[in-house]
Nanobody, 116 residues
Framework: QVQLVESGGGLVRPGGSLRLSCVAS????????ITWYRQGPGAQREVVAT???????NYADSVKGRFTISTDNTMNAMYLQMDSLKAEDTGVYYC??????????WGQGIQVTVSS
């Protein structure tokens, strides 16, 4: 059974940091595109950061220089280090692994709230 389990969200003050984790079971990371998405209040889901199947990393302009995406293939885990957090980073964050249209699981979503 394929499962992605997220952790690490919560409430943080502006300027603070959080590290999101997503542990996958039942699906390998190799030859997959790894993505963190988020959905802010009243907004559409958007891409935050991606690691392509060839290893390239891409970030949304709004998080460049503040967020870092990484993986640990030995642990089948993906991470999103979020620094210098802003109120506009508030939202539900989702991890996703895409291998093909039939293998495209999502995490359950985890809340990140940036507020003083």
């Amino acid at each position: 059974q394929v499962q992605l389990v997220e952790s690490g969200g919560g409430l943080v003050r502006p300027g603070g940091s959080l590290r999101l984790s997503c542990v996958a079971s039942g699906i390998p990371f190799e030859a997959s595109t790894i993505t963190w998405y988020r959905q802010g209040p009243g907004a559409q889901r958007e891409v935050v950061a991606t690691i392509t199947s060839s290893g390239g990393k891409n970030y949304a302009d709004s998080v460049k220089g503040r967020f870092t995406i990484s993986t640990d293939n030995t642990m089948n885990a993906m991470y999103l280090q979020m620094d210098s957090l802003k109120a506009e980073d508030t939202g539900v964050y989702y991890c996703n692994i895409f291998r093909n249209p039939q293998q495209n699981p999502w995490g359950q979503g985890i809340q990140v709230t940036v507020s003083s």
